[in-house]
């Protein structure tokens, strides 16, 4: 369904110099870098923070499920926000929030780490929505290329501000200081993105954009399993980021080793998308590429319910290769629409519905976790989502979704 055409704006499509595409690169490997690690970053303090700030177990619970609600509320406006300002001024405000919250996470107060939380994490959302609509205009012809490179820069950014954070706060005698010093990460992504926003607006041309409301889209087959497949790898993918640690310190690893292997989660996935994407892009292909991330998802959850503590690099890469879903659906995502605008459409749905659903995952893990005092329940339950996710694999394999035009009612 198409709204009424917007005033006259700027498009964006610059022509494809060797300029804009250098800019472009070096843009979408600076925003990857920050997509996670203000998350993964703060995952590995939080039970610190916690000591330090002292707030409660309610709290606690709260804090790592931020992240996911506002990329789902403040996602749901990006649709708009792009056809307003344009993909690449869309993006940019949104890195200026995501810089401005992560360093206010640095001052040492609850009030802060909240207010900071939900400013950056807003702008992530931003990102996160607008980051395939990007690929689309700027990288038509490498979409495969273009997902797996900021995805692959995503883990990095991740597995690094999750293995350096710790020694960080012991060297600052802070771990507040260690979180917001992520910020200063964002702020090079900022000042990297200004070029891309600068030579865009000197090279497009005057045109009517079309937005298209993304929310008719839950009704078709395409949207309605891509919102599932996204819910559900994002419903597991931000339990295990926040709580992974937590869990291996309880069970008895120490905290700089529970560290360590929580940056090994993160690396592994990084070959793990690679590997997924390289398979899933060839013909055919598509359903055994998301049965081989379901199912190692699957079969790392029950190592982790199952095996004994000692060999938890076990769990730690088996769920780092089921982490390897994310690029996929995000390829998936952006070969999905028929245009720009649907492009951005249905990657507003599926993220905004998607990680709404998912901030149940942090949050319901950490508190069954404070009822229970164990972890058993909450893995359990993440067990059986992910059953379900190799059930929605199948669905959305059955039938390519790219290049079909979504009937809307």
């Given amino acids: 369904m198409t709204a009424p055409p917007a005033p006259p704006a700027l498009s964006a499509a610059p022509p494809k110099t060797r300029t804009a595409v250098v800019l472009g690169v070096v843009a979408l490997v600076l925003i990857g870098l920050n997509l996670r690690a203000g998350i993964s970053g703060a995952s590995a303090l939080l039970h610190d923070l916690q000591q330090v700030l002292g707030y409660g177990p309610l709290l606690a619970a709260v804090i790592p499920s931020v992240p996911t609600l506002c990329f789902a509320l403040a996602g749901a406006a990006t649709s708009w926000l792009t056809g307003r300002l344009g993909v690449e001024k869309a993006i940019l405000l949104a890195l200026a929030f995501l810089a401005g919250g992560l360093l206010l996470r640095g001052i040492?107060?609850?009030?802060?780490?909240?207010?900071?939380?939900?400013?950056?994490?807003?702008?992530?959302?931003?990102?996160?929505?607008?980051?395939?609509?990007?690929?689309?205009?700027?990288?038509?012809?490498?979409?495969?290329?273009?997902?797996?490179?900021?995805?692959?820069?995503?883990?990095?950014?991740?597995?690094?501000?999750?293995?350096?954070?710790?020694?960080?706060?012991?060297?600052?005698?802070?771990?507040?200081?260690?979180?917001?010093?992520?910020?200063?990460?964002?702020?090079?992504?900022?000042?990297?993105?200004?070029?891309?926003?600068?030579?865009?607006?000197?090279h497009s041309v005057r045109k009517a954009s079309t937005h298209i409301s993304p929310w008719p889209l839950l009704r078709t087959r395409k949207g309605l399993l891509l919102t599932a497949i996204f819910t559900l790898q994002a419903?597991?993918?931000?339990?295990?980021?926040?709580w992974f640690p937590s869990m291996l310190i309880t069970m008895g690893v120490a905290a700089a080793e529970s560290g360590l292997l929580y940056g090994l989660m993160q690396l592994v996935s990084v070959p793990a998308g690679m590997l997924v994407i390289a398979i899933g892009s060839r013909p055919r292909m598509l359903r055994p590429a998301l049965y081989l991330a379901s199912t190692v998802m699957l079969a790392g959850l029950a190592s982790l319910l199952w095996l004994p503590v000692?060999?938890?690099?076990?769990?730690?890469?088996?769920?780092g290769v089921g982490l390897g879903i994310f690029p996929l659906v995000m390829v998936m995502i952006s070969r999905s629409g028929t245009s720009t605008a649907e492009t951005t459409a249905l990657s507003t749905l599926a993220q905004s519905i998607g990680y709404l659903l998912a901030t149940a995952g942090?949050?319901?893990?950490?508190?069954?976790?404070?009822?229970?005092?164990?972890?058993?329940?909450?893995?359990?339950?993440l067990l059986s989502l992910a059953v379900v996710q190799v059930a929605v694999a199948h669905l959305i394999s059955r039938a390519p979704l790219a290049g079909r035009k979504s009937r809307t009612p």
Wanted: proline residues 7%; glycine residues 10%; positive net charge.
């Fill in 310 to 319: 000692s060999p938890a690099v076990i769990p730690a890469v088996l769920l």
């Fill in 235 to 242: 419903l597991l993918a931000y339990s295990l980021i926040s």
């Fill in 108 to 202: 040492p107060s609850t009030g802060m780490l909240l207010a900071g939380t939900v400013i950056g994490m807003s702008g992530l959302a931003v990102c996160n929505v607008a980051m395939p609509s990007f690929i689309r205009e700027h990288f038509a012809h490498r979409t495969s290329t273009m997902t797996m490179l900021y995805t692959v820069t995503m883990t990095i950014g991740a597995t690094a501000s999750a293995v350096a954070v710790i020694p960080l706060a012991q060297a600052l005698g802070s771990p507040s200081s260690a979180v917001g010093a992520i910020g200063f990460l964002a702020v090079a992504a900022f000042l990297g993105f200004l070029p891309v926003v600068l030579h865009t607006h000197r």
């Fill in 362 to 381: 942090p949050f319901g893990t950490g508190l069954l976790y404070g009822i229970t005092g164990s972890w058993t329940l909450p893995v359990a339950l």
